[in-house]
């Protein structure tokens, strides 16, 4: 029988590369998705042309905490997979009401509609992410158990979310999973996070900036491993997987400087691009997954090293630049630091 997949935020980053594919996997399946279209959004992301939309694709221009809109759309769908959020740290620290209203709210109008359609709706993944943790201790890997630590507005109202949706598994036992992914990279991503500023500032020949001194270090995913995982929840037992929360992840902690340096290398230029400014506030030191929890439950391992995906991605940047060229004016915005100083990050 072939499935309906909600998708909120799916014109976003990892949502419509997930609804890509969705699409090219399952050629029977059906795909809505919801998305309000804010900088992040663009419907350029979408796996079928929008002016030429077919019967297995659905688009609804919407706000997540509508919840008349959210309750019809959840009451036609067997899974749904809540990417919806304002996502951008930096972001936050400038404007951070949004970021409780959309990603708490917005969870809750999700969670509300789940369970008033508990008998319809298979499995429902809320898409939290890896920041809730703040810093791993003594740079250790993080696994599920991790106190949960946010560190800046943005992971605040991301670790609220991903509380409140566990205190509905609890209280109303609807089907749904936690999934946490640390920091994704790939096609598609808007400027203003780290690999595509760097990527797109060293074809424009521009500098790449690096907060502070650089040595904060991440756990890179490309985007199609996270895709992968989330599949491979959906597919699972659901005995398996509810209340439960699962890291996505590759174990392994590459610095800021060096992601820069290997974009530099890629790209054929000289390391004197590289440039040091004013550390962000907010900023986590160290993390690094550990995915034992997702390997030993689900058999589950990303595929894609580092300098594989990393080079897939420059390519898709090269190859697209008429889509985020859009968003140059967006790549800084201002923030006040703790001093009072004002600043351009």
Same mark, same amino acid.
């Given at each position: 029988?072939?499935?309906?997949?909600?998708?909120?935020?799916? @014109?976003?980053?990892?949502?419509?590369? #997930?609804?890509? /594919?969705?699409?090219?996997?399952?050629?029977?399946?059906?795909?809505?998705?919801?998305?309000?279209?804010? /900088?992040?959004?663009?419907?350029?992301?979408?796996?079928? $042309?929008?002016?030429?939309?077919?019967?297995?694709?659905?688009?609804?221009?919407?706000?997540?905490?509508?919840?008349?809109?959210?309750?019809?759309?959840?009451?036609?769908?067997?899974?749904?997979?809540?990417?919806?959020?304002?996502?951008?740290?930096? +972001?936050?620290?400038?404007?951070?009401?949004? #970021?409780?209203?959309?990603?708490?709210?917005?969870?809750?109008?999700?969670?509300?509609?789940?369970?008033?359609?508990? $008998?319809?709706?298979?499995? #429902?993944?809320?898409?939290?992410?890896?920041?809730?943790?703040?810093?791993?201790?003594?740079?250790? #890997?993080?696994?599920?158990?991790?106190?949960?630590?946010?560190?800046?507005?943005?992971?605040?109202? !991301? @670790?609220?979310? *991903?509380?409140?949706?566990?205190?509905?598994? &609890?209280?109303?036992?609807?089907?749904?999973?936690?999934? +946490?992914?640390?920091?994704?990279?790939?096609?598609?991503?808007?400027?203003?996070?780290?690999?595509?500023?760097?990527?797109?500032?060293?074809?424009?020949?521009?500098?790449?900036?690096? %907060?502070?001194?650089?040595?904060?270090?991440?756990?890179?995913?490309?985007?199609?491993?996270?895709? *992968?995982?989330?599949?491979?929840?959906?597919?699972?037992?659901?005995?398996?997987?509810?209340?439960?929360?699962?890291?996505?992840?590759?174990?392994?902690?590459?610095?800021?400087? *060096?992601?820069?340096?290997?974009?530099?290398?890629?790209? $054929?230029?000289?390391?004197?691009?590289?440039?040091?400014?004013?550390? +962000?506030?907010?900023?986590?030191?160290?993390?690094? @997954? *550990?995915?034992?929890?997702?390997? &030993?439950?689900?058999?589950?391992?990303? !595929?894609?090293?580092?300098?594989?995906?990393? +080079?897939?991605?420059?390519?898709? /940047?090269?190859?697209?630049? !008429?889509?985020?060229?859009?968003?140059?004016?967006?790549?800084?915005?201002?923030?006040?630091?703790?001093?009072?100083? !004002?600043?351009? %990050?």
């Amino acid at each position: 029988m072939a499935n309906t997949y909600l998708i909120t935020g799916g @014109a976003g980053f990892i949502g419509s590369n #997930f609804a890509t /594919y969705i699409y090219n996997k399952y050629k029977d399946s059906k795909i809505i998705v919801l998305d309000l279209l804010t /900088y992040a959004g663009n419907i350029e992301n979408f796996p079928v $042309n929008v002016d030429n939309i077919n019967e297995r694709f659905e688009f609804w221009y919407g706000d997540v905490k509508n919840s008349a809109l959210v309750e019809e759309l959840v009451a036609r769908s067997d899974f749904i997979i809540h990417f919806a959020a304002e996502t951008h740290v930096t +972001r936050s620290i400038y404007d951070n009401r949004n #970021f409780f209203e959309t990603d708490v709210l917005g969870t809750q109008t999700i969670a509300n509609a789940v369970l008033q359609n508990k $008998n319809k709706v298979k499995k #429902f993944i809320h898409i939290s992410t890896s920041e809730v943790y703040g810093t791993a201790y003594e740079c250790d #890997f993080m696994n599920e158990e991790h106190p949960l630590n946010p560190a800046s507005p943005y992971a605040a109202a !991301k @670790a609220g979310a *991903d509380r409140l949706v566990y205190s509905y598994v &609890n209280t109303y036992d609807i089907p749904a999973t936690i999934v +946490r992914p640390f920091n994704n990279y790939g096609p598609k991503q808007h400027l203003e996070k780290a690999i595509p500023r760097f990527i797109t500032n060293g074809l424009m020949n521009e500098n790449l900036n690096i %907060h502070g001194e650089g040595i904060s270090s991440r756990d890179w995913i490309y985007v199609e491993d996270t895709c *992968d995982g989330l599949d491979c929840i959906l597919n699972a037992d659901l005995s398996k997987v509810q209340g439960e929360v699962f890291n996505l992840g590759t174990g392994k902690a590459i610095s800021i400087n *060096d992601v820069a340096l290997k974009v530099i290398e890629e790209l $054929n230029l000289d390391q004197s691009l590289i440039k040091y400014i004013e550390d +962000r506030p907010g900023q986590v030191d160290c993390h690094r @997954a *550990d995915i034992s929890k997702v390997q &030993n439950v689900l058999n589950w391992n990303p !595929k894609i090293d580092f300098e594989i995906g990393l +080079r897939k991605t420059i390519e898709w /940047y090269k190859l697209n630049s !008429k889509m985020w060229e859009k968003q140059i004016w967006m790549r800084h915005i201002p923030i006040i630091l703790k001093d009072g100083k !004002k600043v351009i %990050h």
